[in-house]
């Protein structure tokens, strides 16, 4: 049989599920764009929130300072200086998305190849819970973990370089 304490932790646990979860259902299902982004930073804040619960303080800074705070500004700002006009886009041609899906099947399988190919060290490399883990994460990320680390920055890079084309695409 489940038995349940209900403890501080386990109230803001469901305080922070329950914003994480009205801020993504806002988000998909709002039409204004401020709207969105603003339920979106709630999801971020809710996010933030719960890795404080799960002792991962200095995850839970990055969470909220560069998600909930600058990616939110920057949208923001994005939305604030481009030009939004009630026009019906225009059609692209079949010979775009053709070469759409096959860049996409391409990215996903060189990524795919150095996921597989790459050997991730061994978990429990990281201090004790309640430890200040900054300086283990540190070390993982540029020696065990440098792989990961460079993909993620190349789909980073990919996705920025995505949405200047489409907000130039926008401006013209």
Same mark, same amino acid.
């Given at each position: 049989m489940f038995t349940f304490d209900f403890t501080g932790e386990f109230a803001a646990f469901f305080i922070l599920s329950a914003v994480m979860i009205c801020g993504a259902v806002l988000m998909i299902s709002l039409e204004k764009v401020v709207h969105m982004v603003i339920s979106m930073a709630a999801v971020f804040l809710g996010l933030g929130g719960m890795f404080v619960l799960l002792e991962a303080e200095f995850v839970a *800074? #990055?969470?909220v300072l560069i998600y909930a705070g600058a990616v939110s500004i920057l949208m923001i700002f994005g939305i604030m200086m481009t030009r939004h006009q009630a026009s019906a886009p225009q059609p692209r041609g079949k010979t775009f998305e053709a070469l759409a899906a096959i860049g996409v099947l391409c990215l996903f399988g060189i990524m795919f190849?150095? /996921?597989?190919? =790459?050997? *991730?060290?061994?978990? +429990?490399?990281?201090?004790e819970a309640g430890e200040d883990n900054t300086m283990a994460i540190g070390e993982l990320l540029y020696t065990g973990y440098v792989i990961p680390f460079e993909l993620l920055s190349v789909l980073? =890079? #990919?996705? *920025?370089? +995505? $949405?200047? #084309? /489409? $907000? @130039? @695409?926008? $401006?013209?």
């Open positions: *800074f #990055v969470q190849y150095a /996921i597989r190919q =790459t050997s *991730f060290p061994e978990r +429990g490399a990281l201090m980073l =890079t #990919v996705a *920025f370089i +995505g $949405a200047i #084309v /489409i $907000a @130039k @695409k926008e $401006a013209d």
